[in-house]
């Protein structure tokens, strides 16, 4: 195999490699078309290693009553930041149980 030859397949593979990565980012995006809704709740646990959280949420009007679920985040990162006992916020979507930019709340905030 001569340079030539092996520039077009390195150009080749990183072409297949950004499409693979630009396919999975859409995967994980969030659900277009679907009514979203502010999630608030507090942490019960933390499984890093199944990438879920354990939160009793508070009753989303109009989606979901209150109750302790085990969810995915959008963004299993954020897991790293998060204990039992924290109170947070995040973003759902109409039938979707998925956990959308997550981030840390005002325990005193409603």
């Known amino acids: 195999m001569n340079i030539r030859n092996l520039s077009r397949l390195m150009a080749s593979c990183c072409a297949w490699l950004t499409l693979l990565a630009l396919f ?3 995967l994980n995006a969030q659900p277009s078309g679907k009514k979203s809704y502010v999630f608030k709740g507090t942490v019960e646990s933390v499984d890093a290693n ?4 354990q939160v009793k949420n508070e009753r989303i009007e109009g989606w979901m009553e209150a109750m302790s679920m085990k969810y995915e985040l959008e ?6 930041q998060l204990k039992p006992g924290d109170h947070i916020e995040a973003i759902v979507y109409d039938g979707d149980y998925k ?12």
């Open 75 to 80: 963004n299993p990162d954020v897991l790293k």
């Open 24 to 26: 999975a980012a859409l």
């Open 50 to 53: 199944a990438k879920k959280l």
């Open 99 to 110: 956990l959308y930019k997550v981030h840390k709340a005002d325990p005193q905030k409603k």
